[in-house]
């Protein structure tokens, strides 16, 4: 996708975002931010002609009605872009990131345990077959077998058609996910075989199971896969039979199942003794991240992950830590 830019800083923000893209970002939405921060500077009823101190913050000014976040996304854009145009000009201006809009509390994940997973299996039993979803109870199994089990984005889980995974290998085949990177899944044995029983049972019922079929499949319309949102009522429906809730009374996030791998994965590290930092980049490329950083916002240092970790610290260098010696003539 290109862009168009114009103004006297066009060729320093063509050249910033093809580097961006080329470490594997799409950047559409930031070459977007830039196009409107390009346009600004080419408005003649303004007098900047140049990114100056002045023209960001009148710049600013023009979507201030923008949420907070919002805003500071824009704003962090653009700071970047000055970060990367300093490595050349050391004296151009750099907004001060400490104006930003105040960020938001992050929200917090939600870590599925396995036998919360295994009253949303028991549940789907009872999910009722609909005209356009024939195999609703077994689709929803696999579909939060394989949010548990894999971790995968559940935007990869509706792009998945049946030619992406090959039962003979038992792998599933990513297609061009967040950052234009594909990847192969493999499977554990029994996950594979919930995938094996999910196809029969459309073979069962006489429906479509060619290569360009959906996995997450709705005969809607004539058949296509289902919606992010159509996705997610089922699945919250799932979670309120399962009475699987957080501790303030509301619902976990599809995402949250994501989050569950990555610290499951972590804790079966720690019970089987290997050495965790040497396994993290495997972890990141089965989820599909560009580096590590990406993967360590998913690590939360929870309860039973922490007292494992702490008893393997103990175990490693716990006779250098000693309580120091009383001294003679007691404590003064």
């Known amino acids: 996708m290109k862009t168009k830019f114009c103004s006297t ?13 080329s470490l594997g970002l799409n950047y559409i939405e930031q070459a977007n931010i830039l196009l409107s921060l390009d346009r600004f500077l080419t408005d003649t009823s303004n007098d900047f002609r140049d990114l100056t101190a002045e023209a960001f913050l009148e710049w600013c000014k023009s979507f201030s009605s923008l949420s907070g976040s919002t805003r500071k996304l824009w704003m962090r854009t653009v700071r970047d872009l000055c ?30 345990c396995v036998s919360e997973i295994q009253r949303l299996l028991d549940q789907s039993r009872r999910l009722t077959r609909h005209r356009y979803s024939p195999v609703r109870p077994e ?16 935007r990869e889980l509706l792009r998945l058609t049946i030619e992406d995974y090959d039962p003979s290998e038992g792998t599933l085949f990513i297609r061009d996910s967040k950052f234009h990177k594909s990847r192969l899944l493999p499977l554990r044995e029994d996950v594979s075989r919930e995938v094996d029983r999910y196809l029969d049972a459309r073979r069962r019922r006489h429906l479509p199971v ?16 289902y ?32 989050h569950s791998f990555a610290v499951n994965a972590m804790l079966r590290w720690y019970r089987s003794g290997v050495e965790v930092q ?9 989820m599909g991240h560009v580096s590590i950083a990406s993967t360590h916002y998913y690590l939360h240092f929870i ?30």
């Open 139 to 154: 689709l929803f199994r696999l579909v939060i077998v394989l949010l548990f089990t894999t971790g995968i984005r559940h």
């Open 210 to 225: 060619t290569s360009d079929t959906p996995f997450v499949w709705i005969s809607y319309k004539g058949g296509r896969a």
């Open 9 to 21: 800083i066009a060729p320093l923000i063509g050249r910033f975002v093809i580097l961006k893209r």
């Open 83 to 112: 970060l990367y145009r300093r490595r050349s000009d050391p004296d151009c201006f750099v907004p001060d990131k400490s104006t930003f809009p105040s960020r938001h509390q992050p929200i917090r994940p939600y870590i599925y």
């Open 278 to 286: 040497s396994k993290l980049p495997f972890l990141s490329a089965y």
């Open 227 to 258: 919606s992010s949102h159509a996705l997610w009522r089922n699945v919250r429906l799932l979670l309120k039979m399962a009475k699987v809730q957080k501790p303030d009374g509301r619902l976990p996030r599809i995402h949250d199942f994501r």
């Open 303 to 332: 309860e039973p992950l922490a007292s494992l970790a702490s008893a393997r610290f103990a175990g490693h260098y716990g006779a250098l830590v000693t309580p120091p010696a009383k001294r003679k003539g007691g404590s003064r």
